[in-house]
DNA sequence: CAGATGACGATCA
DNA sequence: CTGATCGCCATCT
């Protein structure tokens, strides 16, 4: 059972249209708690579903952060056939 | 229930 | 500018 924060989490990173991304620190602003930076990372990192465009999510250095393995993708093979790219 | 962990952020040195 | 430390929050063990 998820907590209303983490349902508002992936609310929040699934409405993120292609070629765009969000810093964690975004995501959790609009999810209600601007400092759970962390706990948005942390609950996305246990929950990776594939509905949740994940990897859109950096960090607000700029750097991808995270992820890893799933599919054994990357953040940066993913974001850049979005149309991201360092 | 309490302690440790982590896909982070900001500030200090 | 780069590296290290503290702070903050939800989840895991």
Known sequence: MKSNFSQKVYEVVRKIPRGKTLTYKQV???AGKPKASRAVGNIISKNTNKNVPCHRVIRSD???GGY???RGKSKMQL???EGIKL
């Open 62 to 64: 700029g750097k991808l």
């Open 79 to 81: 974001l850049a056939k």
């Open 68 to 70: 890893n393995g799933l």
């Open 28 to 30: 959790a602003r609009i």
